[in-house]
């Protein structure tokens, strides 16, 4: 579709999410400027149980936002832009330096960060395009047109040209709850949007260089130096946690008091569940929920499922079997003998 003659919505909008067969390969220099938006870096995500973890596109300025201490990038300074290289679902990221951001391969990719040249090695199936501008390497999919978030034109598609190619305009609506629309420029050959604005923010995200169908070099794809797994990014961060926590321990047992400390607290009760046939109940203690007490008529058959994450202490006094866990603390062998003592002496003594 590259003729003079403006599409229909519905042709464009086919071109913007088929693409021509086959996909051609794209290379090319990408920017953004988000109209100093300080939601920088800033996103959601979340995943189903066995999925990966997202793996962000994006410059390493981005990938650490606002307060990631990057020190060439304030919020109030555009993102640097980024050179792309695309061959179907395999990619390359660099900044213009040479630095990379992020290689995909057929299977794998490596994340490169601003704290660390060693890359994080990944599924390629979960890198996800949000950042610096990189939304625009993929194909728009047909279900973000479904709803009224930005996919109504306010008008008629346009002709124009951009970096020297054929392409066509179109703006879109905003939905309800939002102030102003957006605007596109799709690449008349390959259905790509070579332009994303919304000039009621200020923002964009475009190719300032957009070249099709070269050949390019498997090497690009590629990543044989060190590398390093989300596997070992948490045991480093557990293991900073841990260190952290016991120097400020040595801290306190050299400038405060030996620990543990010994705190008697009296707590509020509340029940969540009582039977008034049998006696039995179950309860959280504390006004942030310090623990869980339970109690069931002794003898009774069968497994006593609490749903607790952990067993914590079990006990019977002969009419009663108890059960009590604390969270985040162990009970002493005092405190539980006098926490025991209160719930087995029954209402008559009770404060």
């Known amino acids: 579709m590259t003729d003079k003659t403006p599409p229909s919505w519905v042709q464009l909008l086919t071109l913007m999410v088929d693409g021509p067969d086959p996909e051609p390969a794209v290379r090319g220099v990408l920017r953004s400027d988000d109209g100093n938006d ?5 996103v959601g995500w979340a995943t189903m149980a066995g999925e ?32 792309v290289w695309r061959d179907g679902r395999r990619l390359r990221i660099e900044e213009l330096d040479g630095t990379p951001s992020l290689i995909v391969g057929e299977e794998d990719c490596w994340q490169f960060d601003a ?11 979960a890198v996800r395009y949000q950042l610096s501008a990189t939304e625009l390497l993929t194909r728009r999919d047909a279900n973000d047109f479904a709803g009224d978030d930005f996919t109504r034109p306010t ?36 259905g790509l949007v070579l332009q994303q604005r919304n000039d009621g923010f200020g923002s964009v995200s475009e190719w300032i260089e957009f070249t099709v169908g070269e050949p390019m070099n498997d090497d ?32 306190f047992t050299t400038h405060v008091a030996a620990l543990p400390l010994r705190v ?13 046939e049998t006696g039995a109940f179950q309860a959280s203690f504390g006004e942030h929920h310090l623990g869980m007490i339970a109690r069931r008529p002794a003898g009774t ?12 202490r079990r006990w019977t006094d002969g009419r009663w079997q108890w059960a009590v866990r604390v969270y985040h603390d162990t009970l002493s062998d005092e405190a539980f003998a006098a926490l025991r003592a209160q719930l087995e002496a029954g209402p008559a003594t009770q404060v």
């Open 52 to 83: 990966p973890i997202p793996v962000f596109a994006g410059t390493r300025a981005a990938l650490a936002g606002p307060d990631g201490g990057h020190p060439d990038v304030g919020e109030d300074t555009p993102l640097p832009p980024l050179r």
């Open 301 to 312: 058959v069968g497994e006593w499922e609490l749903g607790w994450d952990e067993p914590g």
């Open 38 to 42: 300080a939601s920088r870096g800033h």
């Open 155 to 190: 008008g008629p598609i346009g002709a124009t040209t951009f970096l020297g190619r054929p392409a066509w305009t179109v703006e879109l609506a905003p939905p309800p709850h939002k102030p102003h629309p957006m605007q596109l420029v799709v690449d008349a050959e390959t």
């Open 115 to 125: 704290d660390d040249d060693t890359p994080l090695t990944s599924p390629a199936s």
């Open 220 to 251: 690009l794809f590629t990543w044989d130096g060190a590398t390093r797994s989300p596997v070992d990014d948490h045991a480093l961060m557990i293991a900073e946690h841990e260190a952290d926590g016991r120097r400020r321990s040595a801290w």
């Open 264 to 276: 008697e607290l009296g707590v509020g009760v509340w029940v969540h569940e009582y039977d008034e």
